[in-house]
């Protein structure tokens, strides 16, 4: 295959691609095969994932096509912003629509019959109106604010994601005009689903629907001509500007109040709502109905059912029904620990590299890790990072304990976490107040590796330990996020540690690093190589192959690497869970490029990358995936494994189970779509998750049909030489 011009009709759009992976999200919901309340967090799961999509991403296509002056971001396919703005909305009322069926039409009637059912007013029974009435006086009324608008009360500013209910009033008498326009919040300290029984018949009323059925009260008599319900999405991307930021703490501070004030780029409203008091919503917010000449573009979204699905999180609260519930499990513990896990974990490390493997392999090696340096006498110094962190984080808390007992304690907190920063900025303030030496990173880098370090005082030496991961030191995600992390006390990789921190804190530039591979210095050029190289075994007829697991592929310089690759003979697979830029399997072009993704029980989280046949390929995982912002705007860490049965457990045991899945696998087509993969008549049905939790003695029993491929090491070198 000769090398060809890359063009923009050879790259998928990302924000298209991602759209396409939220539809992945929904098959979820929609499979009659997943248990029901497991479909109902999936219907959660995409509306939180359209919520964030449209507050950063949407919103920054939204400044590009409407401000005047705002910077350009290049897009390889070719799009202007205002032609993504379009294709995005026409996709994301499809996808929304699909949602709606799925909830109306499959998932509120398998509830019904489960004897689980959210009532309308109409439904009421006359035992439910008292329960309501005791709600509302003595928990909703006291809290719910009625706010009338009018030339004397300007319309208030709605809070992004809150939800309201609209209403046109008539008063008859009293002060104020005739015909009011008035809104309500509904507060989050009020529970979406208000419980109206509970046992073997599980009922609730939707918390708008209570109020709703109240409003004249809440308005003091007032007639209710009609209402509806509504909910606002705002800009809430947080850019840090250099000369602001002298004290990063308060200015990320002050920019999460600032958060709630963005504008509206998304405003959705019951389907059902009348017209024009949606028109007393819109015309203030300024939001675009795609209504005038030439413009297609609308922000508004009706929906046909109850409006932010992500409250549906609170019916997996409900006891029991554990039928209706994925299969519980234990984590653990990860292989290497001696026997039952009982050998002093520095030991185990000295010993032998540890991988693990959430949440197949328990996080509390993670979290015993820090707490028992916190504790040793023998430690001196603990360096951290946290990117992510549980509300109550036990590895914080262990930094803070560390710090009382005297250790030299360093924990670089990224403050610009998106959507934790808050979480962040309360526990900066902890640490400050223990002791803990706590820095912030770059102003215009984001710290998203994730290391910790330990030194520690061993006879007449110092030994440092080292744990690199894939995912954030949240114990909480790591239950159901699958990542992969590392622990050793090689020389080498430890050093590189150690000068990775004192370049986080002090900018200590000029180290030569013999096995981490670092971004935003070398990443980017160290993958690119890493592509050619096979690129170049490929075109000398020698073996090769590079099979990578990763979040998302978005740089255009990489996917034209990959190309080259592919066009030399090199067989690509790749597992995408998220966006792909990359158009895989075009006839004549990218033809020995697979993509397949896979969305399962677990978030697929971990970033695995492997260059070179079976037998003396390089290994390396990492906290980055193939994206312009992991490259250049972040301080990433890829890391090796070298160990030679570590190697073979991720060549042998955990990438042929990906790579066999024929039960949660979709491949990726030419045009960005996908399609499941198909189990033929005499084929073996292959759950890459239900067989990596099987692996392990003491796991859960997993109910499968027929007998997991155990030969993995040979099935990965056959698919070496596929092509």
């Known amino acids: 295959m000769t090398e060809q011009e890359f063009l923009p009709e050879h790259f998928l759009n990302r924000e298209l691609s991602w759209l396409e992976f939220n539809r992945r999200v929904l098959e979820e919901a929609e499979s009659p095969d997943v248990p029901l309340l497991e479909r109902v967090k ?26 005047d002056g705002a910077p350009q971001d290049y897009s390889p396919d070719g799009l202007r912003a205002l032609q993504q ?43 439910h109106h008292a329960i309501l009435d005791k709600f509302f006086n003595e928990r909703a009324y006291p809290i719910l604010t009625p706010m009338a608008v009018d030339p004397a009360h300007p319309s208030p500013r709605f809070h992004n994601r809150g939800l309201y209910l609209a209403a046109r009033l008539r008063r008859h008498s009293g002060l104020g005009p005739k015909n009011l326009f008035g809104v309500v919040q509904l507060p989050q300290v009020l529970p979406r689903l208000v419980t109206l029984s509970q046992g073997e018949e599980q009922l609730y009323i939707m918390l708008e629907d209570a109020v709703g059925m109240r409003l004249a009260e809440l308005f003091g008599g007032a007639e209710v001509v009609n209402h509806t319900y509504f909910r606002a999405t705002r800009d809430s991307d947080i850019e840090l500007l250099e000369q602001e930021a002298d004290d990063m703490l308060q200015v990320i501070e002050d920019r999460l109040k600032a958060r709630q004030r963005g504008q509206v780029v998304r405003l959705e409203v019951s389907a059902n709502g009348d017209e024009e008091l949606i028109r007393e919503i819109v015309e203030p917010e300024n939001v675009r109905e795609g209504t005038s000449a030439g413009d297609s573009y609308s922000e508004v979204y009706r929906i046909p059912g109850p409006l932010d699905l992500t409250a549906l999180m609170e019916l997996l609260k ?100 998106r959507f934790d920063e808050e979480n962040n900025v309360g526990w900066a303030r902890k640490l400050e107040r223990a002791g803990v030496h706590v820095v912030f990173g770059f102003l215009d880098l984001k710290t998203h590796c994730k290391i910790s370090l330990i030194v520690r005082q061993e006879g007449q030496t110092l030994r440092r330990y080292v744990h690199l991961g894939t995912g954030n030191y949240n114990p909480n995600t790591a239950l159901i996020y699958t990542d992969l992390g590392l622990f050793t006390a090689d020389e080498e990789t430890t050093a590189d540690a150690s000068a990775l921190f004192n370049l986080l804190t002090g900018y200590s530039q000029g180290h ?88 399962d029980r677990f978030l697929e989280h971990s970033r695995i990358y492997i260059f070179g ?54 491949i990726v087509l030419p045009d960005g779509t996908h399609k499941r993969v198909e189990i033929g008549e005499n084929e073996t049905r292959h759950r890459c998750q239900e067989e990596l939790l099987a692996v392990r003695p003491g796991m859960l029993p997993i109910e499968t049909n027929g007998t997991p491929d155990t030969n993995g090491a040979a099935f990965f070198a056959a698919a070496s030489r596929e092509v």
């Open 42 to 67: 999936f219907l959660s799961i995409f509306s939180s994932n359209l919520d964030e999509f449209f507050m950063v991403r949407v919103s920054g296509l939204r400044e590009q096509a409407f401000e």
């Open 85 to 127: 703005l379009e294709r995005v909305a026409q996709r994301t009322k499809e996808l929304v629509a699909a949602q709606y069926r799925c909830w109306n039409e499959q998932i509120v009637p398998q509830l019904a019959e489960q004897k689980i059912r959210i009532l309308t007013p109409s439904q009421l029974a006359p035992e």
């Open 318 to 417: 409900m006891p029991g029904r554990e039928h209706l519930r994925d299969t519980p499990f234990t984590p653990q513990q990860p292989r290497g620990r001696g026997q039952r896990g009982k050998e002093d974990l520095f030991a185990a490390i000295r010993r032998h590299d540890i991988l693990l493997h959430h949440p197949y392999d328990a996080f509390d090696a993670v979290v015993e890790f820090v707490s028992r340096a916190a504790v040793d006498p023998n430690v001196l110094a603990i360096k951290q990072t946290l990117y992510r962190t549980s509300g109550d984080s036990p590895v914080t808390r262990a930094l803070i304990q560390a710090a009382e007992n005297g250790k030299h304690v360093t924990a670089l907190v990224e403050l610009k976490a």
């Open 512 to 599: 030569k690093w013999k096995k981490l591979v670092v971004a935003p210095t070398d990443l980017h050029r160290r993958t690119v190589e890493l592509i050619e190289e096979q690129t170049k075994r490929a075109k000398e007829g020698l073996p090769s192959r590079i099979l990578a697991k990763l979040n998302s592929l978005v740089d255009y310089r990489v996917i034209e690497a990959l190309y080259r690759a592919g066009q030399a003979g090199v067989p690509v697979d790749l597992i995408i869970r998220g966006i792909c830029g990359l158009r895989p399997g075009i006839p004549g072009f990218s033809e020995n490029i697979r993509v397949r993704s896979i969305v």
């Open 613 to 666: 046949p079976h037998e003396d390929c390089r290994i390396y995982l990492a906290s980055a995936d193939w994206m312009p912002r992991n490259f250049y705007r972040r301080v990433e860490v890829m890391f090796p494994v070298e160990a030679p049965d570590l190697r073979e457990r991720i060549l042998g045991e955990i990438l042929p189970a990906y790579l066999r899945d024929n039960v949660k696998a979709r």
